[in-house]
């Protein structure tokens, strides 16, 4: 485990590289009972039914610009982006991403309530390259932001510049 408390000292690749990491995360959003587990590309029925809203986003403030940071630091973040949440007056739950070899996890919080284009301007305000957004309904998608590379052809990801 590295000192950031994340278990995952191995940069990434380039935008490409990270966005396949982010799509073949695992998601476990708590609702009170079991965690409920979505991923990239799936339908979200589940979370749906246990948090209505027409539209969700999984945001995280850990390790900015896709760089570890130490876990102080990363919980300091995510205690702000908490605040800023409450601020906007969102229904949020405590979530989990996690690689699917588990080397990997990081806190962050699915919110009901918030639309894409306000679920990319926090992610950007937190200096995430990319986060989790979609209607009730459709497939979870993920929104990198970043302009889209070249050969960057990923099922269920949208490059949002």
């Avoid at 876990?71 to 969102?90: E, I, P, Q, V, W």
């Avoid at 284009?117 to 998608?141: K, P, T």
Wanted: proline share 8%; net charge negative.
């Amino acid at each position: 485990m590295s000192n950031d408390g994340t278990n995952d000292d191995a940069p990434q690749d380039g935008p490409v590289a990270l966005a396949r990491a982010f799509a073949a995360a695992r998601y476990r959003v708590e609702t009170g009972g079991e965690p409920i587990e979505f991923g990239v590309g799936d339908p979200a029925a589940d979370v749906e039914a246990a948090l209505p809203a027409a539209y969700y986003a999984f945001i995280t403030a850990w390790n900015p610009d896709a760089e570890s940071q130490p876990f102080r630091d990363n919980a300091a973040a995510d205690d702000a982006l908490a605040s800023r949440l409450d601020a906007l007056g969102m229904h949020y739950r405590r979530t989990w991403a996690q690689a699917p070899d588990g080397g990997h996890r990081e806190a962050g919080w699915l919110v009901a309530g918030l639309g894409p284009d306000r679920a990319d301007a926090l992610g950007r305000e937190f200096e995430q390259a990319g986060i989790l957004a979609w209607c009730v309904g459709g497939d979870v998608r993920l929104h990198m932001l970043a302009p889209r590379p070249p050969n960057a052809d990923l099922p269920h990801v949208d490059w949002i510049e």
